[in-house]
């Protein structure tokens, strides 16, 4: 018989993980604005930058991408392996598709009555649009050319791979992995043989030793969040942060009202868990999140914190996360409607209730096909803003502060996966097997 080690890790020594990350973040901010403000043109700093700080914190992101792809697969084929039963998958499947869309629509219609009532792109003095815009014409240039090539119709056929390798090393169809890890954990279900149960077992190996590799990783965490903010706060400075403060407090308002009223509203009536509990137990992922800027580079902590905090049943945590890490954005669509109106108040255009609702819809279809990882929305917003009517070059203006945004609307983004998956494991009644039905089920498939 083959079982999954689940036995918790030992707390490490010295100061808790968060705890250095947040040191990290206030050391690194600090020493960047420091670094703006007194040496802007000084050589040394830039060659810290490039040599050290930057490539620092590529290497960080690095080491967690290239763990995605067998992560997602694995931990998926498991998820759907263990329910046992199709039926039970569709029930799991459509509560999970049901939950992520109620909710990201609660998202999104936060984002829009924040961005109405605080109306950020009416602070904004038109001469300092023409000059942010002017520094940002060859990004933002890039960044709707790539919005131009997306099509919602494309991203709900790219959904079935063509090619899964190609899948696998295009960012853009990570839903493909998914389909394609759903379509083997179906065969093993339907096929219970010692031959798939050798395969099941090598899912398992494999899913271990990721997620081993990824709590050496993380240790890193502190150190390239530290090279993160740096680089940040010394490219932009105050002016820039000053200039577009309306727009980061009507996001970071609206991520507050979702992430600290909605979700823990949510938790308490369908879910059951106490959201204080909840909080405490998934701060290390949501850091996780905050660090990296990418869902799905935080997969591997995202589902060590449901199995081994939250205590959700693997079949659960496996499926609704991973899945989720690809398609569940509450974050990432909120930030994109508040963008799309955003620019609509900075051109001068007045959107009415019909079009508002058009940009909940395709927000929320354009967070499913959101790319999980750093600065993955621009382009998406970069398409609604095309198809609403509005110049989706005007993107430009918030790519100063995006990073910092980026970073803020993903740790929403794993604190609702996280949240969804207690929902649907408590609705749905799914429960792990215990130790003497697996050896049953084994003795079966032998």
Same mark, same amino acid.
């Given at each position: ?152 119709? &494309? ?14 090393? &295009? ?25 798939? @149960? ?84 998934? @701060? ?60 609509? @108040? ?8 019909? @079009? ?77 097997? &215990? ?12």
């Amino acid at each position: 018989m083959h079982t999954l080690d689940t036995t918790p890790t030992p707390p490490a020594k010295g100061l808790p993980l968060h705890y250095k990350v947040l040191i990290g973040f206030v050391l690194g901010t600090l020493l960047g604005l420091a670094a703006h403000a007194y040496a802007t043109d000084a050589a040394w700093i830039h060659g810290v930058i490039d040599y050290a700080t930057k490539p620092f914190g590529q290497i960080f992101l690095n080491l967690l991408f290239m763990l995605v792809v067998p992560l997602i697969f694995s931990a998926l084929v498991l998820g759907v392996a263990e329910l046992g039963d199709i039926a039970a998958l569709g029930r799991l499947g459509w509560k999970t598709l049901i939950y992520t869309a109620t909710v990201t629509a609660a998202a999104v219609g936060v984002g829009l009555l924040c961005v109405n009532l605080f109306q950020p792109g009416m602070h904004m003095d038109a001469a300092l649009v023409q000059k942010i815009l002017s520094g940002n014409t060859l990004k933002a240039g890039e960044i709707v050319s790539k919005g131009n090539e997306l099509r919602l119709m &494309d991203l709900l056929v790219n959904i079935v791979p063509h090619n899964i390798v190609g899948a696998m090393a &295009d960012d853009k169809q990570k839903l493909g992995i998914v389909f394609f890890a759903l379509m083997i954990g179906i065969g093993l279900v339907m096929k219970p043989t010692a031959g798939t @149960q050798a395969f099941k077992n090598a899912m398992h190996g494999l899913f271990e030793i990721c997620m081993h590799l990824i709590g050496l990783f993380i240790r890193l965490a502190p150190y390239a969040v530290a090279a993160f903010m740096f680089n940040l706060t010394f490219q932009l400075g105050w002016d820039v942060i000053r200039s577009l403060v309306w727009f980061v407090v009507t996001v970071l308002v609206a991520l507050g009202i979702h992430g600290f009223v909605v979700i823990p509203l949510w938790l308490r009536l369908m879910g059951k868990m106490s959201p204080r509990t909840f909080f405490r137990e998934t @701060q290390e992922a949501t850091l996780t999140a905050f660090a990296t800027a990418s869902s799905t580079a935080t997969l591997p902590v995202t589902l060590r914190v449901a199995e081994e905090n939250l205590k959700l049943p693997r079949k659960v945590s496996r499926f609704v996360l991973t899945v989720g890490a690809s398609a569940n954005h509450h974050g990432t669509a909120l930030f994109e409607g508040i963008t799309v109106l955003f620019l609509a @108040q900075v051109y001068g255009l007045h959107l009415p209730l019909t @079009q508002q609702l058009m940009v909940l819809v395709l927000c929320i279809l354009g967070g499913i096909g959101t790319a999980g990882i750093p600065s993955g929305s621009l382009p998406v917003i970069a398409m609604i803003c095309g198809i609403i009517g509005i110049d989706p070059a005007g993107i430009g203006i918030i790519i100063g502060v995006n990073t910092f945004l980026d970073m803020c609307r993903t740790s929403l983004n794993v604190t609702g996966d996280l949240a969804t998956a207690v929902v649907v494991a408590h609705r749905s009644g799914e429960k792990d097997l &215990d130790d003497a039905a697996l050896e049953k089920l084994d003795e079966i498939v032998r």
